[in-house]
């Protein structure tokens, strides 16, 4: 696969230990056998609830007893909120899109235009809390990646500028787990702990 290919290209200046093709739902690796795992993608692009919960029963068996957790989802709101911003929702296409979004996080790209993203499913914060903490997870907080700062127009010139990025970065960390904002970020981001 083509992000494959993207990772071995960039191992090459920055080398990793290795680089696997695998499905969440079935892991390789022998039980309790690591402190942390990271589901950086699994999340959303498994549409169905059972495997989702597979991929995390999986995470939870290689885990070891007290072993961490990384799980990132896409929020519910995340395309609503990007249309706006980015013009998009002047399209009907994507205001469709946007509906069954909002309707059942069921995220379809009917004509597969690259900016609409691809087949997915987003989360409402408190329903990734939720599958967690339901395949045996503990101690679960759940954390906004952008936070509101995403939707600023000028946010790369507020990063470059070192007085507005530290003013910038302390809004975030301020707002990064107060549950009325969680949906307004793209990207959230849950901590657990395996018991």
Known sequence: PRHLKEAEERARKHPLESIQKGDARSLKWSDETMDIVLLMGPLYHLTKAEDRK?????????????????????????????????????????????????????????????DYFTTAYFHRPEELTAEITECGFTQCQTLAIEGTAWLLGDIKDQLEDPERREILLDAIQKLEAEPSLLGASPHIMAVARKP
Do not use: M
Request: no cysteine.
């Open 54 to 114: 597979k991929a995390l029963r999986e995470a939870r068996r290689v885990l070891k007893p007290g072993g961490l957790l990384f799980a990132a989802a896409i929020t519910r709101f995340a395309s609503l909120l990007d249309g706006i911003r980015s013009g998009a929702s002047l399209d009907p296409a994507f205001r469709a899109i946007v509906e069954r979004d909002l309707k059942d996080g069921q995220h379809r790209n009917p004509d597969e235009n690259k």
